[in-house]
Structure formats: structure tokens, C-alpha cells
């Protein structure tokens, strides 16, 4: 599988200045590019094709006095601009006509110059290199320093180096995963969890482990208060409030930083220590709509899914959704009974059958282990599918069958 390796770079004032140049340029073509296939659709024409666009807003272009400038980049950032533009309509489409799963997309938009985050990519026909030293050795910029946190497991297909809001400079490598090597790192389990996510804890395992949410953005709410308040304070388009708005970014990004570091440190240990992994699906997108807004997006539950996921196919576990309709809460996880709904503020009962009391978030994440072990054995879903009554079910209740004629009717 393909994963991203990201690291910080420290470019030169020079080098900062070449890839200023090298984001403008790639932004124009991007522009030029949407353009032109809304000038075809207004004509009624069919889209420009690939090629069309790369000897005219290219090529050619590099010959006018207007766009001349566009050689002083690498030629393959300009074409891989023509090709996230090829991307965002294939994808447009695909969403239009259903192909696509998930929220419909809008049509491709122009980049603007102002925009805070901005990315260049370089493939392997690019001629980008690692030297010896350390560094990366980018055409037309020069030789950056990079902060290597780690080592590279294999050689990159492409590099991508992206300016984000705070200003800071990031080298995202594509990276190939040798599935065997992925296997041997990781040691043997015949484990399994379960896992059920909540607010006041942010992840409660099926064998009692409790995670306390570390509520990244309710503690930095003051910080950022008092920062938001120093920006709305300045003058629009002057440099005081250009200064200010990357503080509000730098104070963001360490939330972000840090909620990030809190899954991957989590998730990498419960895909170490378990071989299956069940937690429930969880509707983020509607209990973002509700007062818990905040809080919800503050736990970034489906980022940590997302994690959790994906490791588990790199590594060879085991991962299994639970339906979010399915009573985890509801149903005793010592005999099996279903005692209805329960508000929230209810967190723990007892069980009217067998007596158990149950701490109400640690009883769901053993019912989620349950419907993902039970997923995982027979392969079918956790609700058994409608089935025909039999024959001495389907007389009414309390008469016998047999005394039922066929018309229904009561003798």
C-alpha cells in the first residue's frame, strides 16, 4: 500500500523565493486550465483534451511575452497541475452521476493567490533527488534542508512540498510498503477489542481501559480567544494583521499537531497489541449538527477510525465497523438482554434478568468485541438478515394453529 511520509523543511530566503515562484506558476496553469474548459462548455464544445492543454498553456505559452515567466519552473510542477485539474473533474463527474460515494462535490474551482495553503509535486521524471548529505535537491530550488524525524523504509515515486498557513514548509513523500517487512514488525496476537469512543472518555476498551479525552481545543480556547481578538482588531490588508493571522494559525496548528500525535500513538497501540479491532460507526457528521458540536469535532473520532483502519491492513489485523444502529448500549453483555433505551446522563444500570450492573460505556465496548468477533467468524453482518416465519409462527398469538382456518378469520 502507498502511504505519506511528511517533514519539515528549512528553505533559504532564496529557495523561498523559488518556490513562491514555483506555486504562482502552478497556480496559473491550474487557473488557465479550468478556464479553458468553461470557455467549451459556454461554446458548447466538448472539453479540451489533455494534450491540447499542455501544448497550448504550456508549450506555447512559454513563448508569449504574457507567460514567459512560466519557464522558470520545473515543467513537471506546470503538468501536474494540468493533472489535479483532470482529477478534480473526473471527480465532479463521478460524484454527479453516483460513481462517487460520499457528500457531492462542486464543480473545480480557480486558486486564488491568497490562499493560505498552497502545494507543489514533483515526480520521479522530475529528477528530484536525496543527496548524501541529507538534503532535497529539488530542480530549479536548489538543495533544501530537511528535519529527518525518521528514515525512509524505500525510494519515493514523488514529493510533494506544501506552504500551509502557519508558513511553515513540509516535504510529503509517497512512499510503496513492502507488505512482508510490514508483517514481521509487528508481533503475533490472538487478542481482540473492542472499543467504544465517548466525550468524557475518549476511548473505552472492551477489557475495562479507560482513555480520558484530552480535549486539545477546549484548553487552547483561551489562546485562541485572545489571539482571534488581536486580529479582528487589525486593519484588513495591512502587515500587523497578516502577523496576526499567523499567530491564529500557529495556535491551531498546535491543536491539530497535538490531537494528531494523541491518535497515532493510540491507535498504533491498540493495532500492536490486538489481531481484531471492532468499533462502532459512528454518525460524526449528524452529531456535529447538535449542542455537542464542539466536543465532537474537539475528539476527532473519524480521524482516529481512519487510523485505526488503515494500519490494520498495513499490519494484517483485523477491522470490523459495527453498525451504529445496533443496541450496544441497550443490551446486557452478560445474558443478552435488551432493556430499551437510555438517556445520557443514565451511566450506569442494572441488568432486570441476571443483575449485573453495568458501568454503561465499558457494557457497549463488549458488545461491540461481540459483533465484531461474531462478523469476523461467519463473515455476515451482525443483524441476521429477514427470514419466512415458520409454519408455528404465523397463527396469532395465544390461539393454536390448528384451530386457525386459512381464510384468517376466527372460528
Same mark, same amino acid.
Not at 388 to 403: D, F, N, V, W, Y
Given at each position: 500500500?502507498q502511504?505519506?511520509?511528511?517533514?519539515?523543511?528549512?528553505?533559504?530566503?532564496?529557495?523561498?523565493?523559488?518556490?513562491?515562484?514555483?506555486?504562482?506558476?502552478?497556480?496559473?496553469?491550474?487557473?488557465?486550465a479550468?478556464?479553458?474548459?468553461?470557455?467549451?462548455?459556454?461554446?458548447?464544445?466538448?472539453?479540451p483534451?489533455?494534450?491540447l492543454?499542455?501544448?497550448?498553456?504550456?508549450?506555447?505559452?512559454?513563448?508569449?511575452?504574457?507567460?514567459?515567466?512560466?519557464?522558470?519552473?520545473?515543467?513537471?510542477?506546470?503538468?501536474?497541475?494540468?493533472?489535479?485539474?483532470?482529477?478534480?473533474?473526473?471527480?465532479?463527474f463521478?460524484?454527479?452521476?453516483?460513481?462517487?460515494?460520499?457528500?457531492?462535490?462542486?464543480?473545480?474551482?480557480?486558486?486564488?493567490?491568497?490562499?493560505?495553503?498552497?502545494?507543489?509535486?514533483?515526480?520521479?521524471?522530475?529528477?528530484?533527488?536525496?543527496?548524501?548529505?541529507?538534503?532535497?535537491?529539488?530542480?530549479?530550488?536548489?538543495?533544501?534542508?530537511?528535519r529527518w524525524?525518521?528514515?525512509?523504509?524505500?525510494?519515493?515515486?514523488?514529493?510533494?512540498v506544501?506552504?500551509?498557513?502557519?508558513?511553515?514548509?513540509?516535504?510529503?513523500?509517497v512512499?510503496?510498503?513492502?507488505?512482508?517487512?510490514?508483517?514481521?514488525r509487528?508481533?503475533?496476537?490472538?487478542?481482540?477489542?473492542?472499543?467504544?469512543?465517548?466525550?468524557?472518555?475518549?476511548?473505552?476498551?472492551?477489557?475495562?481501559?479507560?482513555?480520558?479525552?484530552?480535549?486539545f481545543?477546549?484548553?487552547?480556547?483561551?489562546? =485562541?480567544? &485572545?489571539?482571534q481578538r488581536?486580529?479582528?482588531r487589525k %486593519?484588513?490588508?495591512?502587515?500587523?494583521?497578516? #502577523? *496576526? $493571522? @499567523?499567530?491564529?494559525?500557529?495556535?491551531h496548528?498546535?491543536?491539530?499537531?497535538?490531537?494528531?500525535?494523541?491518535?497515532?500513538?493510540l491507535?498504533?497501540?491498540?493495532?500492536?497489541?490486538?489481531?481484531?479491532?471492532?468499533?462502532?460507526?459512528?454518525?460524526?457528521?449528524?452529531?456535529?449538527r447538535?449542542? =455537542?458540536a &464542539?466536543?465532537?469535532?474537539?475528539?476527532?473520532?473519524? %480521524?482516529?477510525?481512519?487510523?485505526?483502519?488503515? #494500519? *490494520? $491492513? @498495513?499490519?494484517?489485523?483485523?477491522?470490523?465497523?459495527?453498525?451504529?444502529?445496533?443496541?450496544?448500549?441497550?443490551?446486557?453483555?452478560?445474558?443478552?438482554?435488551?432493556?430499551?433505551?437510555?438517556?445520557?446522563?443514565?451511566?450506569?444500570?442494572?441488568?432486570?434478568?441476571?443483575?449485573?450492573?453495568?458501568?454503561?460505556?465499558?457494557?457497549?465496548?463488549?458488545?461491540?468485541?461481540a459483533?465484531?468477533?461474531?462478523?469476523?467468524?461467519?463473515? *455476515?453482518?451482525?443483524?441476521?438478515?429477514?427470514?419466512?416465519?415458520?409454519?408455528?409462527?404465523?397463527?396469532?398469538?395465544?390461539?393454536?394453529?390448528?384451530?386457525?382456518?386459512?381464510?384468517?378469520?376466527?372460528?
Amino acid at each position: 500500500m502507498q502511504l505519506r511520509y511528511a517533514f519539515r523543511l528549512d528553505p533559504s530566503p532564496g529557495q523561498r523565493g523559488s518556490l513562491a515562484r514555483a506555486f504562482g506558476c502552478a497556480r496559473v496553469v491550474y487557473n488557465d486550465a479550468i478556464a479553458a474548459r468553461e470557455r467549451a462548455q459556454a461554446a458548447g464544445r466538448p472539453f479540451p483534451a489533455a494534450g491540447l492543454l499542455s501544448r497550448t498553456l504550456i508549450t506555447e505559452a512559454k513563448k508569449t511575452p504574457e507567460r514567459h515567466w512560466l519557464g522558470e519552473v520545473s515543467a513537471v510542477v506546470l503538468q501536474q497541475a494540468l493533472r489535479d485539474v483532470e482529477a478534480a473533474y473526473r471527480n465532479f463527474f463521478a460524484s454527479r452521476t453516483g460513481e462517487r460515494k460520499g457528500p457531492k462535490l462542486g464543480a473545480p474551482r480557480f486558486k486564488s493567490r491568497k490562499d493560505h495553503r498552497q502545494a507543489i509535486r514533483f515526480t520521479t521524471n522530475a529528477r528530484w533527488k536525496i543527496t548524501p548529505a541529507g538534503r532535497l535537491n529539488l530542480p530549479k530550488i536548489g538543495e533544501v534542508r530537511v528535519r529527518w524525524s525518521r528514515s525512509l523504509p524505500c525510494v519515493p515515486s514523488s514529493v510533494t512540498v506544501i506552504k500551509d498557513a502557519t508558513g511553515r514548509y513540509f516535504a510529503s513523500f509517497v512512499i510503496d510498503t513492502d507488505p512482508d517487512a510490514d508483517l514481521s514488525r509487528m508481533p503475533a496476537s490472538d487478542r481482540a477489542v473492542g472499543i467504544d469512543l465517548g466525550l468524557v472518555h475518549f476511548a473505552v476498551l472492551s477489557d475495562g481501559t479507560k482513555t480520558d479525552s484530552p480535549r486539545f481545543l477546549r484548553r487552547a480556547e483561551k489562546k =485562541l480567544k &485572545k489571539a482571534q481578538r488581536a486580529l479582528s482588531r487589525k %486593519q484588513k490588508g495591512s502587515n500587523n494583521r497578516e #502577523k *496576526a $493571522r @499567523r499567530k491564529v494559525a500557529r495556535a491551531h496548528a498546535r491543536v491539530a499537531d497535538a490531537r494528531r500525535e494523541f491518535h497515532h500513538q493510540l491507535s498504533t497501540q491498540l493495532i500492536r497489541e490486538n489481531q481484531t479491532v471492532a468499533v462502532e460507526d459512528l454518525a460524526v457528521s449528524g452529531l456535529a449538527r447538535t449542542r =455537542l458540536a &464542539k466536543s465532537v469535532h474537539d475528539a476527532g473520532w473519524s %480521524q482516529f477510525v481512519h487510523m485505526l483502519a488503515y #494500519k *490494520a $491492513r @498495513r499490519y494484517g489485523r483485523t477491522f470490523v465497523k459495527v453498525g451504529r444502529f445496533e443496541p450496544t448500549s441497550q443490551v446486557c453483555s452478560a445474558c443478552g438482554r435488551r432493556d430499551g433505551p437510555k438517556p445520557l446522563h443514565v451511566r450506569e444500570w442494572t441488568c432486570p434478568v441476571c443483575g449485573t450492573v453495568h458501568d454503561r460505556d465499558h457494557n457497549a465496548a463488549k458488545n461491540v468485541k461481540a459483533a465484531g468477533l461474531a462478523v469476523t467468524a461467519c463473515g *455476515a453482518p451482525v443483524r441476521p438478515e429477514p427470514v419466512l416465519a415458520q409454519c408455528e409462527e404465523t397463527g396469532s398469538h395465544g390461539i393454536p394453529t390448528k384451530t386457525v382456518p386459512r381464510s384468517g378469520t376466527a372460528t
